[in-house]
């Protein structure tokens, strides 16, 4: 049985289109996180967007890196904690393509770097639970903390 997924936030603020896009994978069609293991697998192999097993809290919190609302998927048979706007049903789905796109955009650049990837998992501990923490490379900053623009060094 899997733990309930960690309170990230005391309350999380949706817009009416993150609500929506919520609602919209809840439909019982295949969610996939499109591109989540280009690095790992090729970009066009199936393996490289996944289909997450099962979305099993919604609404769960704000990610720890982009403040964006997050859901816990199951992939892999552990929970794994996602922003919301990561998940997409097939690349078919008009609803979803923006997403689908985004990413390929991204991976448009890193066509030069050899084992580049859009998105790393984290481990977190909470309550005696594990979780996978999704965090893609936009969300991260990318200066090292202390190196941010107009800072001043003693």
Excluded: F
Aim: net charge negative; with cysteine.
């Amino acid at each position: 049985m899997t733990a309930p997924a960690p309170d990230l936030t005391a309350m999380t603020v949706t817009t009416a289109t993150q609500q929506e896009h919520l609602e919209h994978l809840t439909d019982g069609a295949p969610v996939y996180l499109p591109y989540v293991t280009v690095g790992h697998y090729l970009r066009d192999d199936p393996a490289a967007s996944p289909i997450v097993a099962t979305l099993l809290q919604p609404n769960a919190g704000k990610h720890p890196y982009s403040g964006k609302p997050t859901s816990v998927v199951e992939r892999d048979g552990r929970p794994l904690i996602v922003a919301t706007d990561r998940l997409a049903h097939a690349r078919e789905c008009d609803h979803c393509l923006p997403t689908w796109e985004r990413y390929e955009a991204i991976l448009d650049e890193l066509v030069d770097e050899p084992g580049a990837m859009v998105s790393a998992r984290m481990t977190l501990h909470h309550d005696g639970g594990e979780y996978g923490l999704l965090v893609d490379a936009e969300d991260l900053d990318d200066e090292p903390s202390g190196e941010k623009e107009g800072a001043t060094h003693a």
